[in-house]
């Protein structure tokens, strides 16, 4: 960082005796006000005990004057004690006076602890009383209690800053606190300079130092940028306007102003060329206009850094964003009822997408994006609100639509007909997942699995009062020819239910740890997928066995996540494997091994223990792993066969994932801010 050359190396407390402060003090007033631009009033207090206050007219050596009552009063400065306001509000009354000149007479003594209780009760008397505030500002730092200093400098600068130089003291202070990395109280003091000393010839280069502390380290933007922004248009003839021209761009973009963005980084990147920066500035300019839609545009971008950077940062980060290029996200603006997307579900070459704020279709037949209206009218228009979906199941024939409060929506393709099943007539609420196949519909809920078998007008619910269910709140459901696997909410349980005897049961994976929670459930092929996290461990990762649950392993994905939704938020997909076989390098030929001239039946072989043949591998399959921050390729052909790319977050801004499905070569993930799809060919 630039700023800390602009602090001195070594800090030096201050040796002053105390009876100089009071000369200091009153030398400065009488000094500084002849440099005021405002109308300067006298405060005069004679030995009396009486006292004048006027419109100060000027002084000489022995005589001052002052305007007062309309006459101009010349009177000798022997004798009277004069002070000095901007404010006419600010003049202080007898019995608060008395106390600061005591104050100062027990300076001049050496009496400071004394002193500063004087001024105390001044400033308790008459809390407006700036130059009592003043004389305890100078107090405390001396004693090196700065954040005092501050405050009373503060008090000094709000009421009558024109008659107090305290430039030089909060410009220690800051330069003190910055030293210290102390950051806030830095800018604090330099910011008084800034507000009430415009005219200062520190103030060019103090508007750089206070904005990059702003930026860079209090991530204070809203403050630090238009302070930027002033200090390079007021001089631009110092090494500091580099850095400030570069960040006023990245600050743009981070703030969403896209095009100012785009054009003031392209100035910088014009006019330093052998930036430090000039890489980042082109990468930046790359994020923008990924977030204009100008996909090709912001690859060309990245491509070049790529290309041109050895920086292994710079080169990542110009990685990511050609990940990101890969993304297309769809939002409320391409008709999507809302932003937030917590389900989606395929049908051949249409997409149902569930949102807090009803359904609705698309059909993404080559790669287009066609919204189909009559459909997801009749599904929302069927409650009394517009129902808050949570699951969804379509075919050919049928969409079934669960919510979040209104239970489950019927509806026939073929005959337009809408069936709800209410919770005002004893079906579930919130109604988590659903799964079908051609002779049963199940639904997860909060309270208990719901049945339907097709050509039957009964809807069963399986719950803990009236079965064998190990639990009622279940999260989501696999549905197998011969099983139904279901996660619950609790996590520590999975229930299974056996389609032939109709009867209940829980199943405990040995693979996996206690206390592990069921995200997501998939088959492909001969095997069944899942996803889990680990909360007490602070894992996660997915899981695959046969389709009885046997034979299983578990892969650690993640571990120390501490965010409790980057650790839950954890979705699989799968598929046959049918990509060419490519031999490893090198990798000798096979050897055919010549048949054994031992006969079958030698007494020699039939003394031996016969072997037992190990389990064929599993069927190898392609997944698909989607995570908040990451989405996987994996072939499990080989343990090292993994590919990843950014979710698009450039795009998005921070995201949760909710949903993820593979369909007519692209990946759809939903996610809390639109939905994003990806080619995976």
Known sequence: MLYPKFVKQTHRKKQKTHCLFALIAFTGLFFYQHLAHSQQYAIVDSENGDRLTGVWRGATDTHFEIEY???????????????????????????????????????????PELAQRRFESAIEEFPRYAAAHYQLGLLHETNGDNAKALERFRSVAILDAANFDLVPHLQELGNAALANEAYAEAVDSYQ????????QTSIPELSY??????????EDYDTGLPLLESAIQQNSDTLFHEKAYFLIGKLKAKNNQLEDALHT???????????????????????????LGRTAEAGNQASQVLEASADET????????????????????????????????????????????????FDTTFNNWIPIEEGPELINDATVKVPD?????????????????????????????????????????????????????????????????????SFVVYNKQQSFIPEDDIETLLLLPTTVW????????????????????????????????????????DQILFTWYNATEKTNGYFRADLDGLNGKSTTLHTGIEDEKNLKNIYIRGILDNSPIVPAVNEAPPVETPDSLTPEASPETEALEVEVSPPPPPTPLVLWIATNETFY?????????????????????????????????RVWIATSNGLASMDIR
């Open 389 to 457: 979906v949570t699951a969804i199941a379509a075919n050919g024939e049928e969409v079934w639509v669960g919510t979040r409060s209104q239970g489950a929506i019927h509806y026939n393709k073929l005959t337009r007909e809408i069936q709800i099943y209410s919770p005002t007539d004893g079906y579930p609420a919130w109604v988590k997942d659903i799964k079908m196949d051609d002779t049963e519909i199940w639904f997860a809920t909060d309270a208990g699995v719901g049945r339907k078998i097709r050509g039957d007008q």
């Open 69 to 111: 009552q309309g006459q101009i009063l010349r009177l000798p400065l022997m004798g009277h004690t004069l002070s000095f306001t901007s404010d006419i509000a600010n003049v202080q009354d007898r019995t608060a006076a008395k106390y600061y000149r005591n104050g100062l007479a027990l300076l001049e003594l050496g009496l």
């Open 314 to 361: 710079i080169r990542e980060h110009a990685k990511q964003i050609l990940d990101q290029t890969r993304w297309k996200v769809y939002t409320v603006a391409d008709g999507l009822p809302d932003n937030r997307v917590p389900v989606i579900a395929s049908d051949d070459t249409r997409l149902w997408v569930g949102t807090p704020n009803g359904v609705m279709l």
């Open 265 to 291: 980084l392209q100035g910088f990147i014009m006019r330093y060329r052998e930036s430090e920066w000039v890489y980042e500035a082109h990468l930046i300019r790359a994020e923008v206009n990924l977030k």
């Open 633 to 665: 390729t994996h072939h499990t052909r080989s343990s090292d066969d993994w590919e990843y790319t950014t979710t698009p977050q450039i795009v998005s801004g921070e995201l949760t994932i909710y949903a993820l499905i593979v369909a007519n070569n």
């Open 209 to 218: 130092i206070t904005g990059f502390l702003l930026v860079e380290e209090l």
């Open 192 to 199: 008084l300079i800034l507000r009430h000393y415009p005219e």
């Open 486 to 525: 279901g996660a619950s909410a609790k996590g520590d349980i999975v229930v299974t239910f056996d389609r032939k005897t109709e009867e209940w049961g829980s199943h405990r994976f040995t693979e996996i740890q206690e206390g592990t929670t069921i995200v997501d459930f998939d088959t492909a092929e």
